[in-house]
């Protein structure tokens, strides 16, 4: 595979997870009301929906608190990785993580 | 030889004609691609191609047999899974045009109303998969400006060492 392939490949992935509402990214920008369950914009300090107040933490940080996260790019890996498969990052050591519910 | 034969003139005479960016225009139906094609040509300062075909490998392939230095695609965020035309799908036809033809410039045109694809927009162009894009119907100010710019690119690439 070129290098023109490899980087163009991972530019069209992070595209097409942003696309259909994936990814790191996307989930930094939404913070789910704990009432309603309505995605709203992590600026947002109340549910747009029924008012009540939201959470400090967006859904990535829920999503980080649930799976081992590359530091670099965000993204999940497994437990037994070293380096991140996304951006090739070296990963710090796996901890034993408990289970927050949304 | 024939007398007939065309002779072109010198790059450095000040009299000789500029030359024209091709400009490859696919659209979401072959109706409004040729209707964009035509719509172009009366703006004036590009050579307008049609491309009828929203195939990756027709785009790429005729792109590259006419040297397009600009591709304009349109987006349909309705078109069905089998066909998809959305930001991602675009971009790969970008993908394979720069592949061709690398210093050919690429926008989107998308359709009003759908926020919720501005983020993949605006990464597509962070990431430098394509140039810039437009929302809503392209005015002739924005494809001026969008000229200009591939006029610039152009020169640079014809500039020599």
């Known amino acids: 595979m070129t290098d023109y392939e490899l980087q163009t490949r991972k530019a069209l992935r992070r595209v097409v997870l942003l696309e259909y509402g994936f990814g790191p990214e996307t989930m930094r920008r939404r913070k789910i009301c704990p009432n309603c369950g309505r995605a709203n914009n992590s600026q947002e300090t109340h549910c747009a929906d029924c008012g009540v107040t939201l959470p400090e933490k967006t859904l990535y940080d829920f999503y980080r608190s649930r799976h081992r ?19 090739g990052k070296r990963l ?3 901890v034993q993580r408990g289970e927050t519910a949304v | 030889m024939s007398i007939f034969r065309k002779r072109d003139p010198p790059a450095n005479d000040p009299r000789a004609e500029p030359v024209l960016p091709n400009v490859a225009v696919c659209f979401t ?8 094609a035509d ?11 049609g491309v009828l075909s929203d195939d990756c490998g027709d ?8 040297q397009a230095d600009l591709l304009l695609l349109e987006t349909d965020f309705f078109s069905d899974m089998e ?8 971009c790969d036809i970008a993908i394979e045009v ?5 210093d050919c410039r690429v926008y989107l045109i998308c359709e009003d109303g759908h926020p919720e694809k501005l983020a993949a927009l605006e990464k597509a162009v962070e990431l430098k998969l394509i140039d810039g ?5 392209l005015s002739a100010q924005q494809m001026r400006a969008w000229l200009d710019e591939t006029k610039e690119v152009m020169k640079a690439v014809a500039r020599p060492l």
């Open chain 2, 29 to 36: 139906s072959p109706f409004r691609t040729r209707r964009a």
């Open chain 1, 92 to 94: 710090p050591k796996a």
């Open chain 2, 83 to 90: 066909d998809p035309k959305d930001v991602s799908s675009r």
């Open chain 1, 69 to 87: 996260c590359c530091p670099g790019c965000g993204i999940a890996v497994t437990n037994v990785a070293q380096y991140c498969p996304e951006c």
């Open chain 2, 59 to 66: 785009v790429a392939w005729q792109c590259d047999t006419e």
């Open chain 2, 98 to 102: 720069r592949r061709k033809l690398p």
């Open chain 2, 39 to 49: 719509w172009l040509r009366n703006l004036g300062g590009c050579r307008p191609i």
């Open chain 2, 133 to 137: 894009y437009c929302i809503g119907d």
